[in-house]
């Protein structure tokens, strides 16, 4: 069975200061990690994804996300928050099969 | 096209009704996914498409729900008999194949309301 947790349904930082989503993901075998972001009235995008290649994969906008598998995470990061990153977030994981199974989401806030 | 094209961008049905959502996936896109969202939730899986065919529809809720893809682009969703329940939107994703490692790309979404 594959899952994901995304640890916080909502996240609040200051403009310019450091991001970090968290996400915790179950599966049997080798994974693929996926995040997206959605903003509001917007279609999914994808920031960023690991397929079993480097452990620290970079996305758009700045975005990194680290694959840990001992810790069976997959956070995501951004050194420096910008107003624009305001938006709801979610981990993806999918191993067999074609289904995407997404976490309930964190919503990120930036204040200015 | 350049993205996934979704129709209507809005719905608003009575109880009760029979509604179609059109969706247009990028071309040469030879997969096809229909998500359900609701409010508060991350996307769940409906339907799969490879072509023509429906590779996995596991994730239909009943048979109320159906999905067509006749020529292996445009799919159509499709609900008879709508419930309060229903409401949510209704995301389309295409990849360029079938292989779990490509990301998907997703339209805008169909926000169904049933009154």
């Known amino acids: 069975a594959q899952s994901v947790t995304q640890l916080d349904s909502h996240v609040s930082v200051s403009e310019g200061t450091p991001v970090l989503l968290r996400c915790n993901y179950s599966?049997?075998?080798?994974?693929?990690l996926f995040w997206y972001v959605q903003h509001p009235n917007k279609g999914l995008q994808l920031l960023l994804k690991?397929?079993?290649?480097?452990?620290l994969v970079k996305g758009i906008n700045g975005f990194e996300a680290e694959f840990k598998k001992s810790e069976t995470s997959f956070h995501l990061t951004k050194p420096s928050a910008h107003m624009s990153d305001a938006a709801e977030y979610f981990c993806?994981?999918?191993?067999?099969?074609?289904?995407?199974?997404f976490g309930t989401g964190t919503s990120l806030t930036v204040i200015p | 096209g350049a993205g996934v094209s979704q129709t209507p961008s809005n719905k608003v049905t009575e109880k009760g009704k029979y509604v179609e959502l059109r969706c247009d996936p990028i071309?040469?896109?030879?997969?096809l996914y229909w998500y359900r969202q609701s409010l508060g939730q991350g996307p769940e899986f409906l339907i799969y498409?490879?072509?023509?065919?429906?590779?996995?529809d596991s994730g239909l809720p009943n048979d109320r729900f159906f999905a067509v893809r006749p020529e292996g682009s445009v799919s159509t969703l499709k609900i008879q008999r709508t419930e309060r329940g229903d409401s949510a939107v209704y995301l389309c994703?295409?990849?360029?194949?079938?292989?779990?490692?490509?990301?998907?790309?997703f339209g805008s979404g169909t926000r169904l309301t049933v009154v």
């Open positions: 994703a295409s990849s360029l194949t079938w292989t779990r490692s490509d990301g998907y790309t």
């Open positions: 599966s049997s075998y080798s994974p693929s």
């Open positions: 690991y397929t079993s290649a480097a452990t």
């Open positions: 993806v994981v999918t191993q067999e099969g074609n289904q995407f199974y």
């Open positions: 071309s040469g896109h030879t997969a």
């Open positions: 498409f490879q072509g023509t065919g429906a590779a996995d």
